[in-house]
């Protein structure tokens, strides 16, 4: 069963979707999983979709959302602010846990790309977050960026743009807007693996929270609930590298695994080798039972 939910985080409505399973452990109640999609994405992108529908297949109670400012959910539309997200999904395991069939104790948070860096900032400084899953996600913003722009001046030009950003709310009070592709560039044949609404457009000051969110600080803090951490072992998007900054800053139990056979969005092309991982981990870190 897909219900439509709103949730309130800090006065601006979150829209979601609630995946219940057919059956309840004997217990009554069921683990439970919050997905997170990935920097401008939505709930409607196809990975949330079908990651969440394979957790209620399984057993699992499912939640996916649209950050503030995306899809829709309010806020302002395309501020997006890496803490902002994080509050939203601590707002999200509140309500969750407050939810008929729901066990409490047993949420995990699966975040993919941004979301990823998302899931393993709030679970390492949130209690109740039982164990975390990231998907090609990232625990250094800046040095993540400084892989996405390797190019001759590409960093340098980068740079600027937050300067310029800078200047610009100084001089004017509003924000300087740019692409997506001028924060975080996709080859021009993945970006269909983008949702329909995904924003396109950015305040610089979304870049500049994206260049100060540093999950790798307090990682550690996560210990000694599980992490799983997913890669591309050639990511077009995000440097592999960053899994394993992540990995090397994380306590245990840690699990590292690199896929060679996907790119930047194995969630959403039906890779069935990355749902027989997820599931035997589940199976082990959070169990039905």
């Given at each position: 069963m897909e219900t439509e939910i709103t949730i309130r985080s800090e006065g601006i409505d979150i829209s979601g979707v609630l995946h219940r399973p057919d059956n309840l452990p004997a217990t009554g109640k069921a683990p439970a999983i919050i997905t997170i999609h990935g920097f401008?994405?939505?709930?409607?992108?196809?990975?949330?979709?079908?990651?969440?529908?394979?957790?209620?297949d399984w057993g699992y109670v499912?939640?996916?959302?649209?950050?503030?400012?995306?899809?829709?959910?309010?806020?302002?539309?395309?501020?997006?602010?890496?803490?902002?997200?994080?509050?939203?999904?601590?707002?999200?395991?509140?309500?969750?846990?407050?939810?008929d069939g729901v066990d409490a104790?047993?949420?995990?948070?699966?975040?993919?790309?941004?979301?990823?860096?998302?899931?393993a900032y709030t679970g390492s400084t949130d209690d109740r977050v039982a164990a975390v899953i990231s998907v090609g996600g990232w625990g250094h913003g800046a040095e993540k960026l400084k892989g996405q722009h390797p190019g001759p001046g590409a960093w340098e030009k980068f740079?600027?743009?937050?300067?310029?950003?800078?200047?610009?709310?100084?001089?004017?009070?509003?924000?300087?807007?740019?692409?997506?592709?001028?924060?975080?560039p996709i080859p021009e044949h993945m970006r269909g693996h983008l949702p329909e609404d995904a924003v396109m457009e950015f305040p610089v000051e979304?870049?500049?929270?994206?260049?100060?969110?540093?999950?790798?600080?307090?990682?550690?803090?996560l210990a000694p609930r599980?992490?799983?951490?997913?890669?591309?072992?050639?990511?077009?998007?995000?440097?592999?590298?960053?899994?394993i900054d992540m990995f090397q800053c994380a306590g245990r139990p840690t699990d590292l695994m690199f896929l060679s056979d996907v790119d930047h969005f194995?969630?959403?092309?039906?890779?069935?080798?990355?749902?027989?991982?997820?599931?035997?981990?589940?199976?082990?870190?959070?169990p039905l039972s």
């Amino acid at each position: 069963m897909e219900t439509e939910i709103t949730i309130r985080s800090e006065g601006i409505d979150i829209s979601g979707v609630l995946h219940r399973p057919d059956n309840l452990p004997a217990t009554g109640k069921a683990p439970a999983i919050i997905t997170i999609h990935g920097f401008g994405g939505s709930k409607i992108d196809q990975g949330m979709v079908d990651a969440c529908r394979a957790f209620r297949d399984w057993g699992y109670v499912a939640l996916r959302l649209d950050m503030r400012g995306c899809g829709q959910s309010g806020g302002a539309p395309g501020r997006i602010i890496s803490f902002d997200q994080v509050a939203d999904t601590r707002n999200a395991v509140t309500w969750l846990a407050e939810q008929d069939g729901v066990d409490a104790e047993k949420i995990c948070l699966l975040g993919d790309s941004m979301g990823g860096a998302v899931a393993a900032y709030t679970g390492s400084t949130d209690d109740r977050v039982a164990a975390v899953i990231s998907v090609g996600g990232w625990g250094h913003g800046a040095e993540k960026l400084k892989g996405q722009h390797p190019g001759p001046g590409a960093w340098e030009k980068f740079l600027k743009m937050l300067e310029d950003g800078r200047r610009h709310r100084q001089e004017t009070g509003e924000s300087l807007w740019v692409s997506r592709f001028d924060i975080v560039p996709i080859p021009e044949h993945m970006r269909g693996h983008l949702p329909e609404d995904a924003v396109m457009e950015f305040p610089v000051e979304t870049a500049q929270s994206i260049y100060d969110f540093r999950p790798n600080r307090v990682i550690a803090q996560l210990a000694p609930r599980p992490l799983l951490l997913l890669h591309a072992s050639k990511d077009a998007v995000t440097p592999t590298g960053s899994s394993i900054d992540m990995f090397q800053c994380a306590g245990r139990p840690t699990d590292l695994m690199f896929l060679s056979d996907v790119d930047h969005f194995p969630l959403a092309v039906g890779n069935k080798r990355i749902y027989d991982i997820i599931k035997g981990w589940l199976d082990i870190r959070l169990p039905l039972s």
